[in-house]
Protein backbone atom coordinates (compact mmCIF):
# COMPACT_ATOMS: atom_id res chain seq x y z
CA UNK A 1 0.00 0.00 0.00
CA UNK A 2 0.97 2.88 -0.77
CA UNK A 3 1.50 6.62 1.54
CA UNK A 4 0.77 9.32 0.07
CA UNK A 5 1.25 12.63 2.49
CA UNK A 6 0.11 16.49 1.25
CA UNK A 7 1.24 19.60 2.85
CA UNK A 8 0.28 21.81 3.63
CA UNK A 9 -2.81 20.36 4.96
CA UNK A 10 -5.00 24.02 4.97
CA UNK A 11 -3.60 27.62 3.13
CA UNK A 12 -4.67 30.70 2.89
CA UNK A 13 -3.35 33.03 0.21
CA UNK A 14 -3.70 36.71 -1.01
CA UNK A 15 -5.12 37.00 -4.22
CA UNK A 16 -1.99 36.52 -6.73
CA UNK A 17 0.42 35.28 -4.69
CA UNK A 18 2.29 32.03 -6.10
CA UNK A 19 1.60 28.79 -4.41
CA UNK A 20 2.50 25.54 -3.81
CA UNK A 21 1.27 22.56 -2.73
CA UNK A 22 3.27 19.16 -2.12
CA UNK A 23 3.06 15.55 -2.33
CA UNK A 24 5.20 12.60 -1.58
CA UNK A 25 4.21 8.92 -2.28
CA UNK A 26 6.46 6.25 -0.49
CA UNK A 27 6.42 3.59 -3.83
CA UNK A 28 7.10 3.30 -7.25
CA UNK A 29 3.82 4.58 -9.12
CA UNK A 30 2.22 4.09 -12.60
CA UNK A 31 1.02 7.41 -12.64
CA UNK A 32 -0.02 10.59 -10.20
CA UNK A 33 -2.67 12.77 -10.08
CA UNK A 34 -3.88 16.36 -9.05
CA UNK A 35 -7.38 16.40 -8.51
CA UNK A 36 -9.62 19.99 -7.38
CA UNK A 37 -12.90 19.30 -5.14
CA UNK A 38 -15.46 21.84 -5.45
CA UNK A 39 -16.72 23.33 -2.29
CA UNK A 40 -19.96 21.86 -3.93
CA UNK A 41 -17.97 18.31 -3.86
CA UNK A 42 -17.84 17.41 -7.68
CA UNK A 43 -14.34 16.54 -8.53
CA UNK A 44 -12.18 17.68 -11.36
CA UNK A 45 -8.73 15.87 -12.95
CA UNK A 46 -6.26 18.58 -13.09
CA UNK A 47 -3.27 16.48 -14.63
CA UNK A 48 -2.10 13.58 -14.75
CA UNK A 49 1.77 13.07 -14.50
CA UNK A 50 4.35 10.10 -15.07
CA UNK A 51 7.25 12.10 -15.54
CA UNK A 52 8.63 15.69 -16.09
CA UNK A 53 6.27 18.86 -16.25
CA UNK A 54 2.81 19.69 -17.48
CA UNK A 55 1.41 23.24 -17.42
CA UNK A 56 -2.54 23.97 -17.93
CA UNK A 57 -3.75 28.19 -17.74
CA UNK A 58 -1.94 29.34 -14.19
CA UNK A 59 -1.39 25.60 -13.05
CA UNK A 60 1.70 23.87 -13.16
CA UNK A 61 2.58 20.13 -11.81
CA UNK A 62 5.70 18.76 -11.49
CA UNK A 63 7.24 15.32 -10.70
CA UNK A 64 10.64 14.08 -9.34
CA UNK A 65 9.83 9.84 -9.62
CA UNK A 66 13.77 9.39 -8.29
CA UNK A 67 12.90 11.77 -5.39
CA UNK A 68 9.06 10.28 -5.13
CA UNK A 69 7.66 13.85 -5.13
CA UNK A 70 5.32 16.37 -7.17
CA UNK A 71 4.40 19.82 -6.68
CA UNK A 72 1.34 21.67 -8.17
CA UNK A 73 1.79 24.97 -8.38
CA UNK A 74 -0.68 27.72 -9.05
CA UNK A 75 0.67 31.14 -10.84
CA UNK A 76 -1.47 34.58 -9.87
CA UNK A 77 -3.73 32.74 -7.70
CA UNK A 78 -7.64 34.45 -7.75
CA UNK A 79 -10.77 33.29 -5.32
CA UNK A 80 -11.74 31.10 -7.89
CA UNK A 81 -9.45 28.86 -7.10
CA UNK A 82 -10.62 27.96 -3.41
CA UNK A 83 -11.00 24.13 -3.55
CA UNK A 84 -9.27 21.34 -1.85
CA UNK A 85 -6.77 19.98 -4.15
CA UNK A 86 -5.96 16.43 -3.89
CA UNK A 87 -2.62 14.15 -4.84
CA UNK A 88 -3.32 10.64 -5.88
CA UNK A 89 -1.13 7.78 -7.17
CA UNK A 90 -2.02 4.96 -9.54
CA UNK A 91 -0.85 1.87 -10.33
CA UNK A 92 -1.88 -0.31 -13.78
CA UNK A 93 -2.78 -3.91 -12.60
CA UNK A 94 -4.48 -6.58 -15.13
CA UNK A 95 -7.73 -5.72 -13.78
CA UNK A 96 -7.26 -2.09 -13.91
CA UNK A 97 -6.13 0.90 -11.90
CA UNK A 98 -5.69 0.98 -8.88
CA UNK A 99 -5.73 4.40 -6.73
CA UNK A 100 -4.78 5.80 -3.35
CA UNK A 101 -5.11 9.43 -1.78
CA UNK A 102 -3.21 11.85 -0.01
CA UNK A 103 -6.10 13.95 2.56
CA UNK A 104 -5.86 17.06 0.18
CA UNK A 105 -5.02 20.16 0.82
CA UNK A 106 -7.93 22.99 1.20
CA UNK A 107 -6.91 26.21 -0.44
CA UNK A 108 -8.45 29.55 0.30
CA UNK A 109 -7.63 32.51 -2.10
CA UNK A 110 -8.48 36.19 -0.64
CA UNK A 111 -9.34 38.91 -2.38
CA UNK B 1 -22.11 15.99 -23.38
CA UNK B 2 -19.49 13.83 -21.86
CA UNK B 3 -19.80 12.97 -18.73
CA UNK B 4 -20.58 9.87 -15.73
CA UNK B 5 -23.86 9.98 -13.79
CA UNK B 6 -24.46 8.66 -10.59
CA UNK B 7 -27.67 8.07 -9.13
CA UNK B 8 -29.12 8.95 -6.46
CA UNK B 9 -27.35 12.24 -5.35
CA UNK B 10 -29.14 11.64 -2.17
CA UNK B 11 -30.30 8.60 0.18
CA UNK B 12 -31.31 7.95 3.24
CA UNK B 13 -32.03 4.58 4.20
CA UNK B 14 -32.05 2.26 7.03
CA UNK B 15 -29.74 -0.74 8.49
CA UNK B 16 -29.84 -3.57 6.53
CA UNK B 17 -32.21 -2.65 3.30
CA UNK B 18 -30.23 -3.92 0.36
CA UNK B 19 -29.30 -0.58 -1.66
CA UNK B 20 -27.92 -0.03 -5.27
CA UNK B 21 -26.07 3.70 -6.42
CA UNK B 22 -25.78 3.10 -10.26
CA UNK B 23 -23.07 4.62 -12.22
CA UNK B 24 -23.04 5.32 -16.03
CA UNK B 25 -20.51 6.89 -18.39
CA UNK B 26 -21.40 8.08 -21.99
CA UNK B 27 -17.53 8.17 -23.09
CA UNK B 28 -16.95 4.47 -23.87
CA UNK B 29 -13.89 4.03 -21.21
CA UNK B 30 -13.18 0.52 -20.07
CA UNK B 31 -11.90 1.11 -16.45
CA UNK B 32 -14.33 2.88 -13.36
CA UNK B 33 -14.15 2.76 -10.58
CA UNK B 34 -15.53 3.24 -7.09
CA UNK B 35 -14.27 5.43 -4.54
CA UNK B 36 -16.04 7.19 -1.00
CA UNK B 37 -14.95 9.97 0.39
CA UNK B 38 -14.94 10.44 4.24
CA UNK B 39 -13.69 13.76 6.61
CA UNK B 40 -9.98 13.18 7.83
CA UNK B 41 -9.58 9.57 5.50
CA UNK B 42 -9.81 11.14 2.68
CA UNK B 43 -10.71 9.04 -0.58
CA UNK B 44 -10.60 5.72 -0.78
CA UNK B 45 -11.11 3.29 -3.72
CA UNK B 46 -13.46 0.53 -3.00
CA UNK B 47 -13.72 -1.44 -6.49
CA UNK B 48 -12.09 -0.91 -9.69
CA UNK B 49 -12.41 -2.44 -13.70
CA UNK B 50 -10.48 -2.97 -16.03
CA UNK B 51 -13.67 -4.07 -18.41
CA UNK B 52 -16.91 -5.48 -18.93
CA UNK B 53 -16.86 -8.75 -16.45
CA UNK B 54 -13.23 -7.66 -15.06
CA UNK B 55 -13.37 -6.44 -11.20
CA UNK B 56 -10.91 -6.00 -8.45
CA UNK B 57 -11.05 -5.03 -4.89
CA UNK B 58 -9.83 -1.60 -4.21
CA UNK B 59 -8.51 -0.48 -0.28
CA UNK B 60 -11.89 -0.74 1.45
CA UNK B 61 -13.91 -3.11 -0.64
CA UNK B 62 -15.50 -4.87 2.47
CA UNK B 63 -19.70 -4.66 2.72
CA UNK B 64 -19.50 -3.82 -1.09
CA UNK B 65 -20.05 -5.70 -4.57
CA UNK B 66 -20.24 -4.48 -7.55
CA UNK B 67 -21.07 -5.80 -11.34
CA UNK B 68 -20.03 -4.54 -14.89
CA UNK B 69 -22.04 -6.38 -17.19
CA UNK B 70 -21.97 -3.73 -19.57
CA UNK B 71 -19.52 -1.39 -21.11
CA UNK B 72 -21.08 1.79 -19.50
CA UNK B 73 -22.47 0.81 -16.35
CA UNK B 74 -20.75 -0.06 -13.03
CA UNK B 75 -23.19 -0.21 -10.11
CA UNK B 76 -22.12 -0.04 -6.57
CA UNK B 77 -24.40 -2.74 -4.21
CA UNK B 78 -24.86 -2.50 -0.44
CA UNK B 79 -26.15 -6.38 0.71
CA UNK B 80 -26.88 -4.86 3.98
CA UNK B 81 -25.74 -1.26 4.79
CA UNK B 82 -24.48 -0.13 7.82
CA UNK B 83 -24.13 2.75 9.58
CA UNK B 84 -20.05 2.58 9.39
CA UNK B 85 -21.06 2.91 5.24
CA UNK B 86 -21.96 6.71 5.89
CA UNK B 87 -20.08 8.51 3.02
CA UNK B 88 -19.88 10.40 0.12
CA UNK B 89 -19.23 8.16 -3.26
CA UNK B 90 -18.07 8.98 -6.24
CA UNK B 91 -17.78 6.94 -9.57
CA UNK B 92 -15.21 7.75 -12.01
CA UNK B 93 -14.05 6.18 -15.66
CA UNK B 94 -10.76 7.03 -17.90
CA UNK B 95 -9.87 5.58 -21.00
CA UNK B 96 -7.74 2.53 -21.80
CA UNK B 97 -4.59 4.76 -23.11
CA UNK B 98 -1.34 4.14 -23.21
CA UNK B 99 -0.59 3.39 -19.37
CA UNK B 100 -2.74 5.88 -17.36
CA UNK B 101 -5.37 8.26 -18.40
CA UNK B 102 -7.57 11.27 -17.04
CA UNK B 103 -10.05 10.46 -14.96
CA UNK B 104 -13.83 11.91 -15.53
CA UNK B 105 -15.67 11.78 -12.12
CA UNK B 106 -19.04 11.24 -11.05
CA UNK B 107 -21.33 14.21 -8.99
CA UNK B 108 -21.40 12.17 -5.78
CA UNK B 109 -23.88 10.07 -4.18
CA UNK B 110 -23.99 10.94 -0.14
CA UNK B 111 -25.21 7.98 1.46
CA UNK B 112 -26.63 8.24 4.92
CA UNK B 113 -27.63 4.99 6.69
CA UNK B 114 -29.41 5.04 10.03
Known amino acids: KNEVEQSPQNLTAQEGEFITINCSYS?????LHWLQQHPGGGIVSLFM???GKKKHGRLIATINIQEKHSSLHITASHPRDSAVYIC?????????????FGTGTSLTVIP | EAQVTQNPRYLITVTGKKLTVTCSQN?????MSWYRQDPGLGLRQIYY???????DKGDVPEGYKVSRKEKRNFPLILESPSPNQTSLYFC?????????????FGQGTRLTVV
Open chain 2, 92 to 104: ASSWRGRGNTEAF
Open chain 1, 27 to 31: VGISA
Open chain 1, 49 to 51: LSS
Open chain 1, 88 to 100: AVSYHRNTGNQFY
Open chain 2, 27 to 31: MNHEY
Open chain 2, 49 to 55: SMNVEVT
